[in-house]
């Protein structure tokens, strides 16, 4: 709420200017431009390039918040994206995104770098992809409530003159497939791809030796972590100067268990879309469970923004959607088919090469705390460069605001700590005091 308040003041008293960028490219087809929001952007062709990251196709994307200056317009200038990366069954797939030249100087150490941010929690619906909230920063289109907050650490980073590329994730503004929710697999996929399609643009100051930055929080940390981790085997090519892993939903199987009966109860409906989608043998499993509520709300939530998760299924509890009473936690237990896919999506695993900074908020009930200082530990075991950081904060009283509060609260650390490694600084990790 505070997030949407936000935007929307911000909406309010910023008119929108042009934000050009280049010209369109299909590697593709020869297919003609299409006019910058159109929604035929967002359709995947029929194939796709050949190399994970490569472009599909692009266009001007006009900033919602932005305004006129003397060597263009500010925070900058962006270009909508399509492009391939690979899904969780190594199948090909298109995603979208945005890529925004900053008018800003780079006064850091080497050329100019790139952050590739990660979103948290858009919803499922093709409507609340961060690309598009970039475009529109507060949308209530078809009675869909859809709010770009990530937004503000985007623009802090232009501000320095740290380029920046956002992924829409797998399913999520495009029109083919379920948005795959927290499926760490697609996830750091497509932050890694876009990476290479941002590399590929033609025009942009980037040269090969930028430096590359990962940042994201909630669901966006779990991708960046995910990332981090994958890129020494997925894209060895890219070193990464540091990686912020906020709040990661790191342990699905223990994040799915707060999230039941809270303010975001949603989330629990877009994870089991996204894991039908990309486990489809799940669906005898949800048949045998679900009853008409359960499967009308997983319908529902599949078009549904965050806003609309909050408005319509705040304090939802699972039981209530299956046939017998049994919650989320119990399915888990009783079939081991679930419990084996939830820990598939287990972060910590592997071990990522370059610099990480993971935060979360100690009071964070909601992706909790302590599953996420164990993904540092587990990281630090294996050791990889780790920055723990355990946001103090009181108690809110509310598990949404306690996982909100810490993104705010940090935000101006984590942008500093990125932008110090990008620009070539040393850091200072402390597994010595994360060792389990």
Request: charge should be negative.
């Amino acid at each position: 709420m505070l997030a949407a308040a936000l935007v929307a003041t911000a909406g309010v008293a910023v008119q929108t200017t042009s934000a050009g960028a280049g010209e369109r490219t299909d590697a593709a087809s020869a297919a003609s431009a299409a006019t910058a929001g159109d929604p035929d952007f967002y359709r995947p062709p029929a194939e796709l390039p050949a190399s994970n990251g490569e472009l599909v196709r692009t266009e001007e994307l006009r900033l919602g918040l932005s305004l006129p200056g003397i060597d263009g317009p500010l925070p900058g200038s962006a270009t909508r994206l399509m492009y391939r990366s690979i899904d969780s069954r190594g199948e090909p797939v298109a995603v979208t995104g945005a890529y925004i030249e900053p008018a800003a100087k780079w006064k850091g150490g080497g050329e100019r770098p790139l952050v590739a941010l990660a979103p948290g929690t858009m919803g499922q619906g093709d409507q609340c992809a961060a690309s598009k909230a970039l475009e529109k920063p507060l949308s209530l289109e078809s009675g869909s409530v859809s709010v770009g907050y990530e937004n503000l650490a985007i623009y802090r980073f232009l501000a320095r003159g740290v380029a920046v590329v956002v992924t829409d994730y797998v399913g999520l503004g495009t029109t083919d497939r379920p948005h795959t929710y927290v499926n760490r697999l697609d996830a750091g996929h497509a932050v890694l791809d876009a990476v290479r399609a941002a590399r590929s643009l033609p025009d942009t100051s980037l040269t090969p030796a930028s430096r590359i930055g990962l940042y994201g929080y909630s669901e966006g940390g779990g991708a960046t972590g995910s990332a981090a981790e994958l890129q020494p085997g997925y894209a060895p090519e890219i070193e990464l100067a540091g990686s912020y892993v906020g709040a990661p939903p790191a342990d699905l199987t223990e994040v799915l268990a707060a999230v039941d009966g809270s303010t975001l109860a949603s989330a629990l409906g877009w994870s089991i879309n996204g894991f039908l989608d990309s486990d489809p043998e799940l669906g005898p499993i949800l048949d045998k469970y679900t009853n008409d509520k359960g499967k009308d709300a997983l319908r529902k939530l599949s078009e549904a923004c965050v806003g609309d998760g909050i408005l319509g299924y705040a304090g939802a509890r699972s039981e209530d959607w299956t046939k017998n009473g049994e919650s989320i936690p119990e399915i888990v237990a009783a079939e081991p088919e679930v419990a084996a896919i939830l820990d598939r999506q287990r972060i910590g695993r592997l071990a990522p090469t370059g610099p990480v900074r993971v935060a979360t908020g100690t009071r964070d009930n909601l992706v909790t705390h302590e599953q996420a200082r164990t993904l540092a530990a587990d990281w630090c075991a294996k050791d990889a460069r780790v920055t723990y950081v355990p946001v103090q904060l009181p108690d809110a009283g509310e598990k949404l605001v306690n996982h909100f509060l810490p993104l705010i609260a940090d935000q101006g650390a984590a942008v500093n700590w990125v932008t110090n490694r990008l620009s070539g600084e040393p850091d200072s990790p402390n597994c010595s005091t994360v060792r389990r």
